[in-house]
């Protein structure tokens, strides 16, 4: 009887702790900072973003307001190492170019 319920207690904790292991080992990319904060309108501006992970492979960035293009400046792959918190990530360089008439905000 005691060897039958220390296998139970064996197959359970297996199934509690696999969930655990797994879900530790997958990160997302987290924006920590970036500088400038703002650009001027109608000039071509290099921006720092700095990630907890690696941005290589992205291919688009998003803006509330249409109008703003932004590239990445990395020619080469960029390896970002997660650091734990309270590192401030790896830089990546973007360049944005805000048309002259794009509105404030």
């Excluded at 900072?33 to 992970?53: D, F």
């Excluded at 360049?95 to 404030?104: I, R, S």
């Amino acid at each position: 009887m005691t060897l039958r319920r220390l296998s139970r207690a064996v197959a359970v904790l297996c199934l509690l702790v696999m969930p655990l292991q797994a879900e530790s080992t997958i990160g997302f990319r987290q924006l920590c900072s970036t500088t400038p904060v703002a650009v001027q309108r109608g000039k071509k501006t290099t921006i720092n973003v700095r990630s907890n992970y690696t941005l290589d492979g992205s291919y688009k960035v998003f803006f509330d307001r249409p109008g703003i293009k932004m590239k990445c400046l990395e020619t080469k792959p960029k390896p970002a190492p997660h650091q734990g918190r309270g590192t401030p990530g790896t830089p990546f360089r973007f360049e944005a170019d805000v048309p002259a008439n794009q509105p404030l905000g």
